[in-house]
Nanobody, 118 residues
Framework: VQLVESGGGLAQPGGSLRLSCAAS????????MSWYRQAPGTEREFVAT????????NYKDSVKGRFTISRDNSKNMVYLQMNNLVPDDTAEYYC????????????WGRGTQVTVSS
């Protein structure tokens, strides 16, 4: 199983980044896919999730209206479009896969760093 994130980097406040996660080694179109993040000195926190069907999206309150999660089951990819970035969005961002019925993610990526700074 592999989850490989990409697309992180440095962005200015108000800017945008698009994160991608390439999945392999499991039946992607049956898993809930999520993004989490962890800033230095803090616990990892939930950001967004998308079910296998791509409907009923769920977001952390502070990113609603700014971030959009999406998936392409034909390519085994999940994305996080991040707009209007703020410094508090600075964190390592992780892709995660959760099997239906599991309480927590079964698989994690290694993360991609997002830094928002002027």
């Amino acid at each position: 199983v592999q989850l490989v994130e990409s697309g992180g980097g440095l962005a200015q406040p108000g800017g945008s980044l698009r994160l991608s996660c390439a999945a392999s080694g499991f039946t992607f179109n049956t898993y809930h896919m999520s993004w989490y993040r962890q800033a230095p000195g803090t616990e990892r926190e939930f950001v967004a999730t998308i079910p296998p069907s791509g409907s009923f999206l769920n977001y952390k309150d502070s990113v609603k209206g700014r971030f959009t999660i999406s998936r392409d089951n034909s390519k085994n990819m999940v994305y996080l479009q991040m707009n209007n970035l703020v410094p508090d969005d600075t964190a390592e961002y992780y892709c995660a896969a959760r099997q239906p019925g599991s309480l927590s993610p079964n698989y994690w990526g290694r993360g991609t760093q997002v830094t928002v700074s002027s």
